[in-house]
C-alpha cells in the first residue's frame, strides 16, 4: 500500500552538471518499491512548482527506510527538489505503479536505458541478478557526461554504453550495439527500455521484428499518480483489444507491454484524433 | 470549537470539499488518506454513458496553474451507482455527484438515477467545463440555457441541486440569478478559466484538445472575486472553488461570503491536505477569538461599502510594500 507523507533528504549527492543521487526518508517506499514503480515527489508546499513530480525509484533500502532518485535538473521541479538542504522536506507519495515483469527462468533480461531514463535500471538490474539470471544494460546519451552513473552501475552489471558524440563506449545510438548483442544473444531474451520517446520506439520495434517480448516504462505528465486526474492516459491496444483505449500511465503503468503502446506516428496524426473511438 | 457548515440544506462536517476531476471517485483514496477528515467529495463529472474523454496531452503546467484538458472521461452514472456508490457509503463524508449531459434531458436523465441511488447528499451541475465540444460550457455560457438545465434537474430530482459556473462569461452575476431563479440550492463558483497554451518550436497548442481550463493558484484572485460577486447576488449559499491550497486560501473565500469551498488542483500535491487545512482554520478561529467558522462567513469589510462596524477600522496591511 502506497503512502503519503512528508520525506525528509538525508542524502545529496551531486554527480555533475544537472544529475543528482537524491536519498529521501519514506519506509513504504523504501519496503515495497520494486523495480519500475515510482514516486510522486514535491519539494516543499510552495505554489511553484504546482504539480509533483513522478520519478522512477533508483534503490529502495528497508534497512534504512530510505529510497534513492537519479535526478537531472530540467525545470521547476526537478530543480527544486535538487535544492533541498539535507533535513528539507518534500511531499512524497509511493511506491506507485506496475513495476516490470521478471522474465521466465532462462530468458535473459537486456535492459536499454537512455539519458534520465536509466533511473529504474540499477534497481531491476540488481534484483534480476539476485534471481540469478543473465543481464546485459544498455546505456545510452549523447556524451559522457550525459551517463554519470556508468561508474556505478559496472561496479554491479554489465554494461555496454553508448554515446552520440562517442566520447565513452560505442559511437552513436544505443540501439546499434544492441542489435549486435541480440545478434549474437543465444536463447530467449526480454528487453526492458526506459528513456526518450524515440528511443523506447525504436526498442519496441526491434523487439517485434525479433518477436521477443519488451517491457517499456512511458513517462507522460502526471498530475496525481493515483489514477484520479485520468491526465497522464496513454494509448494502449491489448492483444484482445479491437481498438485502442487510454490507460492511466501511473496506475496501468508506467510499464506496458511494449507492443501494446501505440506510439505516435504509429496511427494518423495526433490533430485527428479528437476522441479515442475514432481509432 | 465547531467547523460545521450547511449548504444547500445538508450539513457538511467542516467546509473542506473535494472538487469535481480531483479526487477521482473518491475510492481512488481510500487507504491512502481518512476520507473522514473531508467536509465532502464531488465525484469526477458524469454523463449517462461512460466516456473516452480528450485527446493527450492532456495536462501541462503553467505558472503557478495547470492546465487541462481532460474532457470529461468517466465511467458513466450506472457504473457508478452499482460499483462505486456501495464502496463509499461507509465514509463519514458528504458525497456529491458531478452531473454532465450534451442535452438538457441527459442531465436531468443522470439526476434521476442519482435521485434513487442512497447514499449521494446532493448534485453538482456541470455547466461549466470548458473542455468538451457540447454541453458543458455552451449552458453556462447562456443565461436562458442556464436557467432550461438547472430547471429540467429541478423537477428529476428530490436532491439538492449546486450549478457550477463557469467563470468565463463578462457578468457571473447573471448566471448566478438565473440558477437561484431556476431553483438552485446553492452554487459552485468557479470552473477553470479557459486558456491556451503553446509549443513555439512545433506552433502546436501543448493540449491534445487544444485550450484548455486552467487551475491553481494562479486562478485565485479570479475566483474569490466571482465567488464574492456571486455571493452578493444571490440569496443561495456559494461554495467558492479555485486554487486553494492552504487555510488562508480557503479563509479567502469564506471571509467573500462562500459558505464552503472546494480543493482541486492542491489535491495532487498532497491529497491528505485535508488535516493540515483544518488544524489551520481552528488555529485562525483562536487567534480571531471565534468558536464558529460560520462567523467568518462574509465578513469581509470592502473600501467604500457602508457596514455596520461595531469596532474601530482594522488596521490595513499594505501588500507588497513591505
Redesign the interface.
Known sequence: MPANRTSSLVGREGLGGPYFLLTFLHPETAREARPGQFVMIKAGVSAEPPLPRPFSILEASPERETFALFVKTIGPGSTALCSLPLGGVAQCLGPLGRPFTRPPDGTGAVLVGGGYGIAPFSFLGAELSRHGGAVRLFYGGRARADLPLLARLRQRLDVVPATEDGSVGAFGRVTAPLEAHLDEAKGPQRLYACGPEAMMHAVARIAAARQLEAEVSLDPWMGCGVGTCLGCVVRVQGQDDTRWKYRCACTEGPVFDAASVVWPGDTESRARHSAGGEA | MNLAVEVAGIRLKNPLVAAS?????GV??Q???DLATLGGIVS?GLYLEPR??????????T????L?A??L?GIGIHAFVRDVLPRLRNHDTALLVNVCGDTVEEYAEVARVCDGAPGIAALEINISCPNVKQGGMAFGGDPRMTHAVVAAVRAATRLPVIPKLSPNVADITVFARAAEDAGADALSCINTLLGLSIDVETR?PRL?FGTGGLS???IRPVAVRMAWQAARAVGIPVIGVGGI??AQDALEFLVAGCHAVQIG?A??????IYERVLAELVGYLERHGKSDIREIVGTLDYPGEAKESTSEPRERKIGGTA
Open positions: 476531476g480531483t479526487f477521482g471517485y481512488e483514496y487507504g491512502l488518506i469526477k473516452d474523454g480528450a485527446p493527450i496531452p492532456r495536462i501541462v503546467e505558472p503557478a496553474g495547470l487541462n481532460i474532457g472521461q502546436l491534445g491553481g493558484p494562479a491550497a492552504s488542483t489535491n495532487f500535491v498532497d491529497p491528505g
